[in-house]
Nanobody
Framework: QVQLVESGGGLVQAGGSLRLSCKASGSIISDYIVGWYRQAPGKQRDLVARILDGGRTDYGDFVKGRFTISRDNAKNTLSLQMNSLMPDDTAVYYC?????????WGQGTQVTVSS
């Protein structure tokens, strides 16, 4: 059974930084497209960043160079470094892995940015 466990969320002031981590078990993330999504209350779940086949990265338009996604295949871990955080970044952040039609989600970690 595949499990994704996020950590690193919390409360931070605007302009601050957080690093989210996602530890996978039950499968090897190097076999998957991996990414982070976020969902604010009353809004749809949006792509934050993902790593595609061949290592190419893809970011949501709102990221604007502030976030960096990375993976450590040896540790089976996915990370998201978030800098210059803004109140609009407040959301639950979800780890996601996908291969063809097979996908898994983490339980989410809350990120709250105060102004």
């Amino acid at each position: 059974q595949v499990q994704l466990v996020e950590s690193g969320g919390g409360l931070v002031q605007a302009g601050g930084s957080l690093r989210l981590s996602c530890k996978a078990s039950g499968s090897i993330i190097s076999d998957y497209i991996v990414g982070w999504y976020r969902q604010a209350p009353g809004k749809q779940r949006d792509l934050v960043a993902r790593i595609l086949d061949g290592g190419r990265t893809d970011y949501g338009d709102f990221v604007k160079g502030r976030f960096t996604i990375s993976r450590d295949n040896a540790k089976n871990t996915l990370s998201l470094q978030m800098n210059s955080l803004m109140p609009d970044d407040t959301a639950v952040y979800y780890c996601h892995i996908q291969r063809a039609w097979i996908m898994y989600w983490g339980q989410g970690t809350q990120v709250t940015v105060s102004s």
